[in-house]
């Protein structure tokens, strides 16, 4: 799935959720980050929609391609919730 991303001059581009690296706020809007590779390098792409919209679309993307992905991006709250819930139900079960 690829989503939209458009940039500080309104060019629209569709870019693969895979290759991005990183969301980095700048003022109004954000940078994000891609590559293919595991360095920083890669291209710099400047966006004037907040870095969290920016993340809320690449994080939606990549639970779309795959639930695992969905995983990454659960709230430490929910992750104690479902920590508790398994340790409430070993303990019913030993």
């Known amino acids: 799935m690829l989503v939209p991303l ?6 629209t581009y569709w870019i693969n959720p895979m ?3 990183c969301v980095i706020p700048k003022g109004s809007g954000c940078e994000v980050k891609m590559g293919v590779q595991i360095t920083w390098r890669g291209s710099v792409f400047k966006c ?3 870095a969290q919209e920016i993340a809320d679309t690449i994080s939606a993307a990549l639970a779309a391609i795959n639930p695992m992905y ?3 991006f659960i ?20």
């Open 48 to 50: 004037a929609q907040p």
């Open 19 to 21: 290759y991005i690296k």
């Open 70 to 72: 969905s995983a990454a």
């Open 75 to 94: 709230t430490e709250e929910e992750r104690a919730r479902q920590q508790q819930t398994a340790a409430a139900a070993a303990a019913s079960s030993g």
């Open 6 to 11: 458009t940039d500080i001059k309104g060019t």
